[in-house]
């Protein structure tokens, strides 16, 4: 209880280790790691199971017994790039110390290399999945500034249009004020022309008045100069039959 309880600390490496350690102490080590024990399903009592139905089981056969050295393809580097080899945890070796546990056995814990080489797949795959995220992250990020200055962009339009409508409303206004004062204008101007108007009228009355006093007055003056010049006759004939007496007298 006392090495169970030191050896399962609640830590992913160090359950792992300690049920490596376990996987040794059982003689399991290499047949079958704590990985695997649940990818293997549960078979009911009284079921055979069959491996060799399988479709890839001579494969993996083959390769269990050695039988497929040699016979895979040489890869070559496309364009001289050299291919990306996975990095092999060295072999570590863990040493619990007797002081830790009283009377107990030491346990010596050693990581096999297919149980890290899950490992660096497993780190690998997180890291990858990180990069993913990071990526992801800094994509929205970016998606997200975008988005922000499209919509300061949006803003600053619509400031604009906001102060392109005030200044047609203040413009508004003004043609409205002006409107109003050009109405006052041609009122102003319609009296006037009718005061003109009736000035006019009175004026026309004044010019027909004055005309006919001016013809009253002609004609005044036609007829006394005519009197005058007929009592000038008169006394010229008079004077003309004295001389004429005269002359006959003598």
Not at 211 to 225: D, H, I, L
């Amino acid at each position: 209880l006392l090495l169970h309880t030191h050896l399962f600390t609640w830590q992913t490496l160090s359950v792992e280790t300690s049920s490596s350690a376990i996987l040794k102490r059982m003689g399991l080590q290499r047949k079958m790691s704590h990985c695997q024990r649940y990818k293997v399903p549960n078979i009911f009592s009284g079921v055979t199971v069959h491996p060799e139905s399988w479709s890839l089981f001579s494969l993996m056969d083959d390769a269990m017994q050695d039988r497929l050295q040699g016979t895979a393809p040489v890869l070559k580097a496309l364009n001289g790039v050299l291919l990306r080899r996975k990095r092999r945890a060295p072999v570590a070796e863990i040493s619990l110390a007797k002081d830790l546990i009283a009377d107990g056995p030491e346990v010596e814990i050693s990581l096999s290399r297919d149980e890290d080489g899950e490992e660096a797949v497993v780190m690998e795959g997180i890291n990858g999945r990180n990069c993913e995220m990071e990526r992801e992250r800094a994509l929205m990020q970016r998606e997200k500034a975008v988005l922000e200055r499209e919509l300061a962009a949006l803003e600053r339009a619509r400031a604009l249009l906001d102060r392109e409508k005030a200044t047609l409303e203040r413009e508004r206004a003004i043609m409205e004020r002006e409107r109003a004062i050009m109405e006052r204008e041609r009122m102003m101007l319609e009296k006037d022309r009718d005061v003109v108007h009736s000035e006019r009228v009175a004026l026309e009355k004044e010019r027909a008045n004055l005309k006919t006093v001016e013809r009253a007055r002609t004609e005044e003056e036609t007829g006394s100069s005519r009197a005058v010049n007929s009592e000038k006759t008169d006394r010229k004939k008079q004077l003309l039959y004295l001389f004429e007496k005269l002359i006959e007298g003598i």
